[in-house]
Each structure stands twice: as C-alpha cells, then as structure tokens.
C-alpha cells in the first residue's frame, strides 16, 4: 500500500511538472505577442507545448533501449506526457475555434455560400485545417484509451496497435504546424527549431530500430546455441529501476522550466524594447475641458493647458502615425473630458497621432470620409509592432505583415492579424471639438 502510495505521489508530481510546463509555454506565448488576445496567446501556446511533448512521448522509449533497459508495453512516464500532449492539443484546438472573426468555427473547413456551407479551396490553409482535424481525431483516441481500464479490455498487443497511431499523429501535426507557420508568415526561428526537433525525434527513432533489431538478432544467436554451451553474445536487458527514470524526467524538466522562465524574462524585455517603435512624429496636442467650456475654449483658440492648446494659433497638420486602437464611440455620462482637436484642422480622410490622456498610450485620431471621427491604439494586435495611416487604404497597416486595419471598426482584413484594434472614445460637440473620453 505504502509502495502504491509512493508511486501516486511520484506521478502527481510529473503532471504537476507537465502543468508548469504547459502554462511556461503560454507565458512564453504572451511575451513573444503581449497584444494578442487571450485566445490567440493560449492557441499558439498550446499548440507548441502539445507538439513538444508528442515529440517526448516518441524519444522516451528509443532513449530507453539505448540505455539497455527493457521497454514495456505500457511506461507510465510515456502514457503521463502523452496524456498531456493529448490535453494541451485538444485546448489548443479548443481555443483556436474562438479565433475567426465571423465566429463560426466551420469556416476552417468548409467556404461559406449564398446557399451555405461549401467545399474549401484547395489550398495551403484547408490542408493546414484538415491536417489538424484528422489529428485531433486521432489525439481523442489516443486519449481515451491511455488508461488501465483500456490496457486491460483492449490487451497489451491491441493496445499498443492503438497506441502506434502515434506515428502518423506526429506527420499530421507538423504538416498542419508548418501549414499555418507560412499562413502566420512566423519568424525563421520557429520553423527551424521545428525541423530540428523533427530531425532529432526521427535520428532517435531510427536509433532505435536499429537497437532493437540488433537485440533480435543476439536472441536468434542465442535461441540457436546447443543446450550445454555458452554464446559469447549474451543480451544485457536490465530493469529500470522503479522512479529512476521519472526522477531523470523532472530533473530535466525542472531544468528546463527555470531556463524556459530565464530566456522568457530576457525573450520580453528584448521583444517590449525592440518592437515598440517610436516615431519622430509630433503628437497632437490636447487640452482638459468639460462639455460646457468646449466652447469658449474653441473660440478663444486656447484651452486650459496654456501652450498645448489647439486653435487658429496652432494649426495641426495630418502625420502618419504608429500604434493603433480599437473602436470609439460617442456618448458617455463623463463629466470631464479633453478637447483634441477640431474638425476645421483634421480633414476627411485623415489621421494625427496623439497620445491618450489618462492611460499615456500612443493612439491615432482619424477622421473618416464621412466626417465621423474614431480614435484607435497605434500598435498591432499580432505584434507590437508600430502602425502607420494609408490614406488611400483608409486603413492603419502594420509594414512587418502589410496588415491593413480598417478605421471603420478597426478590424484586420487579413492574416495573420485577427484581433481588432483597441478604441477609445470620442465624439464631436456643436462647435466641432473633437473630444475625448475618459473612461
């Protein structure tokens, strides 16, 4: 009892280290796209974590041949981590269905018609899509099965055929991994860190092949010698021991946690310095007001900040602009707000950047065609990286993917952006004042 005891706190203590390894690869997630949504943080995350952990499942066992131990049917530290690679894929399957604009999820799979659903394109972005299904199937079952109760139905030979579907599970996941790294246009460091853990899962596969065909044919030399002799070859198939290969499991995981946590606090301060650009573009200038002085402020051309004010004596020029936000609106019961400008000075179809009040973040004021005015964040939701006005697009685009927002809603046009643009509010009075809302 005290044995079967020991070996339960062994193993809750490997899916402790497998749950920290989870939420490490989410963290790291968030620091490479801080602007990201929840959803896209814990897709990409999730994704990554389930492909490391699958490749951990297949290099287990190989490793254990070369260190002439035996390798059962059924190793628990094996069955653990596949468990959780099965968990974090189907979340990061989960999380992925919340990512289309549209909110339908079967867009994935299938075009959307006048009459309903239709065949998808055959292009790069359904293979990617139907890969990752097919795998997902496949991760249910697996899944399902990766319990004694099933050991014990299925037998340990139709258990282990079960269980070989991992192989195929492992070319599905990076097809659809490298599928959506080009559909993402992702930096070159994913896709070769993904080759090399192909390589080197497939190099110890192969490895151990190798190992146990060697092993095979020292029992065919040893089945064949004469009863009352000795072979020279004899097979040195030692036992693992009880937890030392679980204790050499969470060695290197808690290795690889604090190092993960290390390049992930160096991997953030590089990435928030670098990609948040800053333009050599003069802000707009605003004043602090209330609803009923908007007015004289606008007549006298002066506003209670003294020399940031905005009037006939500070004409503001249209500049292009860097970081973007989400949609404004206009009504609010806020008795304060900040005179930014006014429509005599920001033309139809332009933008001024400005930075926002009370939260300090860099924001781009546009006033549309239709003489509407929205206020947007200036920094990308994929990446922090700084956006400027096109007025020809009528759009804020990100030059590291040519990701146009549209300053109707702020809202991406296309990939890999999917997340629209934080807004902040604003409205125009009677005398024209563009004003803006503090939240």
């Known amino acids: ?40 943080v814990l897709t990409i995350g999730m994704g990554y974590v389930a492909l490391l952990l699958l490749a951990l499942t297949l290099l287990i066992g190989p490793l254990n041949l070369w260190r002439k131990r035996r390798n059962p049917v059924n190793l628990n530290l094996r069955r653990d981590v596949g468990i959780w690679s099965a968990l974090t894929g189907l979340l990061h399957v989960l999380f992925s269905f919340q990512l289309p604009q549209d909110g339908d999820p079967l867009s994935y799979f299938f075009a959307k018609s006048p009459t309903g659903y239709a065949p998808p394109e055959p292009n790069l972005a359904s293979l990617s899509n139907y890969t990752g299904l097919i795998a997902t199937v496949i991760m249910l079952a697996l899944l399902v099965t990766s319990n004694q109760l099933s050991l014990r139905y299925l037998k340990g030979k139709h ?24 559909l993402n246009i992702r930096e070159s460091i994913f896709a ?21 065909r060697r092993r095979m044919q020292q029992r065919q030399v040893t089945h064949a010698t004469p009863v009352g002799t000795t072979s020279s070859v004899t097979p040195n198939l030692a036992p693992i021991p009880a937890d030392l290969a679980r204790r050499q499991f969470l060695t290197i995981a808690g290795g690889a946690i604090l190092g993960g946590l290390t390049v992930g606090t160096v991997l953030g301060r590089t990435l928030l310095s670098d990609h948040h650009e800053d333009s050599d573009e003069a802000e707009l200038p605003y004043s602090e007001t209330t609803p009923s002085a908007s ?18 004596n500070n004409p503001l020029q ?12 206009g009504q609010t019961t806020n008795t304060r707000s900040i005179v930014l400008s006014n429509t005599s000075k920001l033309a139809p179809g332009s933008a001024v950047k400005f930075t926002t009040p009370d939260t300090r973040e ?40 040519n990701v146009p927002f549209e300053v109707k809603s702020g809202t991406p046009t296309r990939r890999p952006a999917r997340t629209a643009l934080k807004s902040f509010q604003v409205q125009i009075d009677g005398q024209g004042n563009i004003i803006y809302l503090q939240a």
């Open 318 to 329: 249209p500049t292009t602009l860097a970081n973007g936000s989400n949609l404004a609106s």
């Open 362 to 401: 860099s924001a781009f004021l546009v006033r549309q065609k239709d003489g509407s005015v929205k206020a947007y964040s200036s920094v990308c939701t994929h990446r922090p990286y700084a956006l400027v006005f096109d007025g020809n697009q009528q759009a804020l685009v990100c030059n590291l993917h």
């Open 1 to 40: 009892m005290l044995e079967r005891l020991k070996l339960d706190q062994t193993r809750i203590i490997t899916h402790l280290v497998l749950l920290l390894f989870s939420i490490l690869g989410c963290l790291l997630t968030y620091l490479y796209a801080p602007n990201s949504s929840l959803s896209e």
């Open 159 to 182: 258990w282990k055929l079960v269980q070989r579907f991992n192989y195929p599970l492992v070319v599905l996941v990076l097809i659809h991994t490298f599928g959506y790294q080009i």
């Open 295 to 312: 007015s004289s402020n606008n007549q006298n051309g002066r506003s209670r900040g003294g020399s940031g004010a905005v009037g006939p």
């Open 192 to 212: 070769y860190s993904v080759i090399a853990l192909s390589l080197l899962t497939g190099v110890v596969q192969l490895g151990g092949v190798l190992v146990m």
